[in-house]
């Protein structure tokens, strides 16, 4: 049971933080370092539900994971719900399914995801999306291997946001969310029983957009940043410690440059931090209560001590920083191509890969897709996946503004 149990934690980790199978080939530390290059040991920023920070949607995943500073859409949910202040659209609808990975062989797996949005009028708009996460069948044992049953892990988040024009060029959002993860419940490890996580969190957002221009080409700049899942620790049993949900700091710029009258072309890029603090084993267990020290801050004093804690200083805490990178071609606003590259460092995590991706557009009707390209040794769920998303923009509920 109990290895079973790790197995379906595992499972989940491995959503976000492939470290495990990368920290096998890495030589013993010695003094929390390499004894070969000298450099600091894997040490990723590891939390539950990790779930929360995938890419959701098929254009972003196309653009090196980015969608913080990017063109409105009901994605925006994900990554920046200030953005839809800025909505041309009344009500816009997108849909997303992703194989998690299928490169495995694993056919059950997957995360789908949908969201909207509704503009109130020019000033405001209100959002909502709901994530599911699929784990699959998987089959319980106990310690000597006998089967227990079978169940079928699963976790969902439902979410819900506020967005207003503050200024005509900056907007602000508030959101609330709810989280619910079963990895195994009903299951008994250790005389304690498997419970459903259970958490709630708040995001906080803001954009800031305005025209440039470039020689008798327009174009628009726009900056965002994101705090997202502020909330409650997590556990799966009655123990009173608790596991840190992955909230994060995200800040993106994007630049478009209308090229003509058909063709115009973005650059963007985001910045992302977990602000969930570093693992610092040698800390210990000062007050004995069976929990490192580093685990038992409060969320809030864990965001504040996520800026200064990591062991190797402040050079450790840059290696923390995530970078997408991405571009986004689009000819008479019916036909999109993207590209991107994202990057993470070998010893947080040791993400590399580029994606591309198409996109088309007709009526109310879109449709995005996205195919992530591996750029290093360290396996990831959606290596040479396709994943798709569906977009509906309703023209017939537009009206003119009040």
Avoid at 50 to 62: H, K, M, N, S, W
Avoid at 100 to 111: A, H, K, T
Avoid at 133 to 146: A, H, M, N, V
Avoid at 313 to 323: C, D, P, Q, V, Y
Wanted: hydrophobic content about 35%.
């Amino acid at each position: 049971m109990k290895k079973l149990l790790a197995q379906s934690l595992f499972t989940a980790a491995l959503t976000l933080m492939g470290t495990a199978l990368y920290a096998q080939l890495e030589p013993k530390c010695v003094n929390g370092n390499n004894p070969i290059t000298g450099e600091r040991c894997a040490n990723a920023v590891t939390s539950a539900v990790p779930f929360l920070r995938i890419v959701p949607d098929a254009r972003g995943g196309a653009m090196g994971d980015v969608g913080i500073a990017t063109s409105v859409d009901p994605n925006g949910m994900h990554y920046n719900p200030s953005k839809l202040a800025f909505a041309d659209k009344n009500v816009s609808i997108s849909a997303t399914y992703t194989p998690w990975m299928r490169n495995l062989g694993l056919n059950d797996v997957y995360l789908a995801y949908l969201s909207g949005y509704y503009r109130i009028d020019k000033f405001q708009a209100v959002g909502a999306s709901l994530r599911y996460f699929s784990l699959g069948d998987i089959e319980f044992t106990d310690e000597t291997g006998q089967s227990l049953g079978q169940g079928r892990p699963n976790e969902f988040e439902f979410s819900g946001a506020y967005a207003r024009k503050l200024t005509p060029k900056f907007s602000a959002s508030v959101g609330a969310k709810f989280i619910y993860s079963n990895l195994a419940t009903g299951r008994v490890v250790e005389g304690n029983e498997i419970k459903p996580g259970i958490a709630g969190a708040a995001d906080i957002s803001f954009t800031y957009k305005t025209p440039v221009k470039f020689g008798d080409n327009k174009g628009e700049f726009t900056f965002g940043t994101a705090i997202s899942n502020i909330g409650s620790k997590i556990t799966y049993t009655n123990s009173v410690n608790r596991d840190y949900i992955p909230t994060n700091l995200g800040i993106g710029g994007a630049l478009k440059v209308q090229l003509d009258e058909y063709n115009s072309i973005t650059f963007t890029t985001d910045f992302n931090k977990l602000l969930v603090p570093t693992p610092r084993p040698d800390l210990g267990d000062a007050d004995g209560d069976g929990q490192v020290d580093y685990k038992q801050y409060s969320p809030v004093r864990g965001i504040f001590k996520s800026f200064g804690d990591a062991p190797g200083g402040f050079s450790e805490e840059m290696k923390e920083i995530t970078l997408g990178v991405g571009a986004e071609y689009w000819y008479d606003d019916q036909f999109a191509v993207r590209i991107g590259h994202f990057r993470e460092h070998y010893s947080k995590g040791n993400r590399k890969y580029f994606s591309v991706g198409l996109g088309v557009k007709y009526n109310i009707f879109g449709l995005n897709f996205s195919y992530l390209v591996p750029t290093s040794n360290q396996r990831n769920p959606l290596d040479n996946t396709l994943r798709f998303s569906l977009l509906f923009d309703f023209e017939a509920f537009e009206g003119d503004d009040e």
